[in-house]
């Protein structure tokens, strides 16, 4: 029963490439037309559907509040950075963490 849709579909390919096929090229490019059209007019519509249909579900998203940069005098931020088995904190801390495609942790302090 899983294998409908994948059957079904390699069965349409198929015979669309057997349709193309016999039919002359001027013929095969007017009718690949036409179906390019129809199935962007399916598309459309489906998205206009799904627009419509989705349209009030979600909360539009609220807009993140605006923080405002400290003064010169101000000490930086205090910020603590937990990652690879290292904690920097401290006034200003940042650390460069990569990790390895054989999955090592490589750190280095700034």
């Given amino acids: 029963m899983r294998w409908t849709a994948p059957i ?3 069965v349409l390919l198929a015979g669309a490439g057997v349709f193309f096929a016999v039919q002359d090229l001027g013929r095969a490019d007017q009718y690949a037309s036409v179906g390019s059209f129809l199935l962007a007019l399916a598309v459309a519509g489906g998205s ?3 627009h419509l249909r989705h349209r009030g579900d979600a909360p ?3 807009a ?3 923080r405002e940069a400290p ?3 101000d000490p930086p931020p205090h910020n603590t950075i937990v990652d690879a088995g ?3 904190t401290g006034p200003g801390a940042r650390a ?3 990790i390895t495609p ?3 942790r490589l750190r280095r302090k700034k």
Wanted: cysteine-free; hydrophobic content about 55%; glycine content about 12%.
């Fill in 48 to 50: 206009v559907a799904l």
């Fill in 8 to 10: 079904g579909l390699a």
């Fill in 86 to 88: 290292v904690v920097f």
């Fill in 96 to 98: 460069d963490i990569t």
């Fill in 60 to 62: 539009a998203p609220e």
């Fill in 64 to 66: 993140p509040p605006i």
């Fill in 102 to 104: 054989d999955g090592r």
């Fill in 71 to 73: 003064a010169a005098g």
